[in-house]
Each structure stands twice: as C-alpha cells, then as structure tokens.
Nanobody
Framework: QEQFVASGGGLVQPGGSLNLSCAGSGDIFKRFDMGWYRQAPGSERDFLAAISWHGVTSFIREAVRGRFTISRDNAKNTVYLQMNNLESEDTAVYYC?????????WGQGTQVTVSS
C-alpha cells in the first residue's frame, strides 16, 4: 500500500523558510492530485495546498497564499511545500495526502515549529 512520508520540518525563527518534502512509495502518487495539510495543537487538520497529477495546475489556500508554494517531481515520487516568511501560527504537524485526502493514506507527518 502507498505510504506518504513527510520530512523537512524543524525549528525555525519567525520570518524564516523551510522546504518540506513528501515521498510516495508506489504507483498511486504519479496518478493523482496531491495535497498538503497541517494540524496545529488542539485543532482539526486543515487543507493548505494542492497540485494536479501532472504538476501543471496548483492551488494555495488563501491564508498562506504568497508565502507557500507547492510543486512535485513525479520522477522522484515527491511533492514539495516551500514555506517562506513563516509565522508562529504556522506551527503544526504537516502531512501530504491525495487531494481530496483519503483516510487510507495519512502517513507520517513532519513537525514545523516557528519560534524565536
């Protein structure tokens, strides 16, 4: 079964940047639209961004538009989330999944902590 493993998180100061990666292990990744999601402490998991299976079209949620960018490399089975000008409110565990998300494909997230 497909596994999506996110990485690249860490501790960063406000205004800093991180580039998250999420690797898929099977054939599902190449054939479906992918999305990034995050879950802050005590909150629901929220949708952030999506990219079409071929990488031509993408959508960024308004709350992070202009700071976050999504991209993918199907040859590497990897989707990326470039995050710039990070704010404390961006502190969360970040996940990737299909778009729309499938309960079968929630994998390991990566913790992002924005703090001075």
């Amino acid at each position: 079964q497909e596994q999506f493993v996110a990485s690249g998180g860490g501790l960063v100061q406000p205004g800093g940047s991180l580039n998250l990666s999420c690797a898929g292990s099977g054939d599902i990744f190449k054939r479906f639209d992918m999305g990034w999601y995050r879950q802050a402490p005590g909150s629901e998991r929220d949708f952030l961004a999506a990219i079409s299976w071929h990488g031509v079209t993408s959508f960024i949620r308004e709350a992070v538009r202009g700071r976050f960018t999504i991209s993918r490399d199907n040859a590497k089975n990897t989707v990326y989330l470039q995050m710039n000008n990070l704010e404390s409110e961006d502190t969360a565990v970040y996940y990737c999944n299909l778009n729309p998300a499938s309960p079968n494909y929630w994998g390991q997230g990566t913790q992002v902590t924005v703090s001075s």
